[in-house]
């Protein structure tokens, strides 16, 4: 499938301030077909892809005054679903070293401390692609979706409790479960299509069988609808901008354009 | 019902500390037939009860050295339990004033953090005594007793994921339960028969009907077995030894002559 | 001093709620020359006081529809303010029995885990009134009156690190750092004299001497100007309406004829 | 200077367990002379070091039994120091790409919460390698070394209130702080050298100038007495062993025999 995206940011920057963005959409499992990052004023900035995620960076600084960053890239996903029956944990022995990593409790995903919790509600249920689905149901029967209710402290670990959120708070209760279940689960940013309000997505991402396969407990939008951005172990390592100095965001846009094929 | 009961407990002094025991058995709803609180040289010490809830306590400045106080009483108790089916919970405007501050979180009973787990839980619930019963039950079956896992700054909202604790863990749980629910739910530390290994007890009191039912999701001991010491909100208001000072505890035996009649 | 003062408060009720006010003045070392609490439609409501603290409660059960209620009040307060330097901390052991429940943590003053900080903060300090002076002018010089930065679960252990927060706040952190060193303090909600913008206020009191010394670390009403709602051990205990049921508040105002003579 | 050094572990394991070791030194910055691992029975193991922290491990699945493995190496380090004074923080715009994830709150260094308390204690310090050597003797300073103060739950977040804590504790607050000050900045464990009891040892690496600077808190070991093992974001990256499945350590040594010339 192909899809037209991108999305405006806008900064008024009171003092010379370095942004990281990280908007540009991931060259691991999808192709850009055409794409381009705008700056206003011209400003120069530096490009650089995580070698592992392959998470894509532009790196600036901004003077005072406004800075307006333009993103749009078309895209062509190749989603594939396999036969969840077939998909099976994988042993820890057994695992790729690069996927232990996200086997650790992170920032926003205290896996460490949602051990029983997980066992209590999954362990009856079949190891595997289910299981992780099983995972999703859970958040979405459980925790309701509520703009406002959780903000940028909120963890794995409050909303197991608390039982209310927005994307990134389902995401991380997701991932505290798998990992607390020995499967490794990582944060996925992502430009979902036809989401409302048109916003960035987040989800995450389970290593199952022999690769990372995408949930989504939010159930705003269709699987083979993402389109990916960034990963790592959660939000601390996605966001869309890192700002270092007194700026403040004015605007953001999701681009109206974003369409298929 | 007639119990004999007490403790020992001794203490290593290192320089003048002030104690506030609250070992000795309240006298609200049942009656002390003889009682005995003995401090080693013949110390001075001062007594006093709480207005309300009826807790006693004696407070006592211990010089350097070693400090021992011995407890023991013999109480006649008189357990009445009405049927579950009538007894109904009591809609907030006609709550007695005293029951109000019982509604309110405290230090271990977050309240106000465990309002959606509450009611995603126990909304389907008959308001009542059964209730309360489905509480403790929900805390019985999901929470493991378990020695060591939690200690003095565990709280309700890390036991209601942490899914591990000591009485005094399934007290705090089962009273953030019900003060979510509107019920007034109180602490009380107890001296419990039989209890195995003999120690000091905690559950709860939930106010419903016209009065205070004792709950106790533990099931450690019956409930006519439990003689009444400290009630408050939460174990902060209910040490059975509060020490300001440097002092030690090197030893605590609850008397092995804890019988009835 | 005379005061005129009062509040406006307006709410949108879905389902028949009940409303528990706290904005009449206490009785407590204030007078009250005239008063007037009203609700819209002549709802019949219940007052009760609180016996110990001199809370002043209205209850009442809304039904669908608007409810608003005003409090008027015209009230003599005689702030007395003695000699610091002979105002001293009492011994535990001398602390009259009432005051001790303001030793113990509560939901927002965590005070048993403040012990080491507020030690190493204030242990040089003479003890005495002015070691809470000392504890005043430390909050305000580290932590920022930041509307906005808080919300209604934080808590003193939050702030001790955050470093911001609104009057709330401020008197949760005072509170469990004098608790963490024996000194009995307890949280107060009030009318502050041109308070800018228009607010209730919050602050707290020390027992030290022989009575309850008011004290407000955020320095943003004279303490002559402070005129007594509720006290309790913090914010939980004194909120100015708890509500239960589906409403919601529409507007609130504090009279802005607050004047004195 | 050459050390000799290891360690000796040993597990009672109930059922099949897997188990990932990372007691190896790291190969940067140090050179083995020489180096076992033995297992008892003969198990096999898989060996494989993380690409760019150069974390090695063993990974093994062991049976119902005894397990113990016994490692042992020989080291030379070659620790550099540089002028503290011409050390500099690098402006986030020059730093290298892999260092930017060591910025990023992490489980037990929440640096998004320790901001203003990082910028009021530290704001005023001449940015640098001297700096971070202020935020470790503020550690020193402030927080007591105690075992048993802490737990594996402990987090930058706690120590920063509650004033003591271990090594790992040191460690994560000094990693905190840099981070909320924008210097990159990831944990250590590490061999140390006559080490009191001896035990591994936690400490922490800054980015400054063009390279990590190790800083160690604690005091408890010197510098060029310290052989690395593992870097990570925080404890969780970096156990020297994780378990999956039903074992229990029974016994660990530090070998007597580290030595060096």
Redesign the interface.
């Known amino acids: 499938m192909k899809f037209r995206l991108g999305c405006e940011l806008e900064y008024d920057v009171a003092e010379n301030s370095?942004f990281?963005f990280n908007v540009g959409v991931n060259q691991q499992h999808q192709t850009i077909l055409s794409e381009s990052f705008v700056v206003n004023s011209h400003l120069e900035y530096?490009e650089?892809t995580?070698p592992h995620e392959g998470n894509r960076?532009q790196?600036?600084?901004a003077p005072p005054g406004e800075l307006t960053i333009v993103y749009r890239a078309e895209v062509e996903t190749a989603y594939r679903m396999d036969n969840p029956d077939l998909i099976e944990e994988v042993?820890?022995?057994k695992l790729p070293?690069e996927a232990?990593?996200y086997?650790?409790?992170?920032?926003y995903c205290?896996s460490?401390?949602?051990g029983?919790?997980a066992f209590?509600i999954f362990k009856e249920w079949q190891p595997g692609y289910s299981r992780v689905t099983a995972i999703c149901n859970w958040i979405f029967g459980?925790v309701?979706y509520l703009r406002g209710s959780s903000?940028?402290?909120t963890s794995a670990?409050d909303t197991?409790?608390?039982?209310?959120g927005v994307c990134r708070d389902f995401a991380h209760l997701g991932i505290a479960f798998c990992r607390a279940l020995?499967i490794p689960a990582r944060f996925l940013s992502a430009y979902a299509y036809q989401l409302q309000p048109p916003d960035f997505h987040a989800c995450f991402e389970a290593y199952l069988g022999n690769r990372w396969y995408l949930f989504d407990a939010t159930r705003l939008a269709p699987q083979n609808g993402l389109v990916r951005i960034g990963v790592g172990?959660d939000a601390?390592?996605t966001p869309f901008a890192?700002i270092?100095g007194p700026a403040e965001m004015k605007r953001m846009s999701l681009l109206q354009r974003f369409s298929f094929e």
Not at 160 to 164: L, N
């Open positions: 370095v990281i530096e650089f995580a960076f790196r600036l600084v042993p820890i022995d070293p232990l990593v086997l650790s409790p992170s920032r205290q460490d401390k949602l029983r919790l209590s459980h309701e903000d940028q402290h670990f197991a409790t608390e039982r209310a020995s172990r601390a390592d890192s270092f």
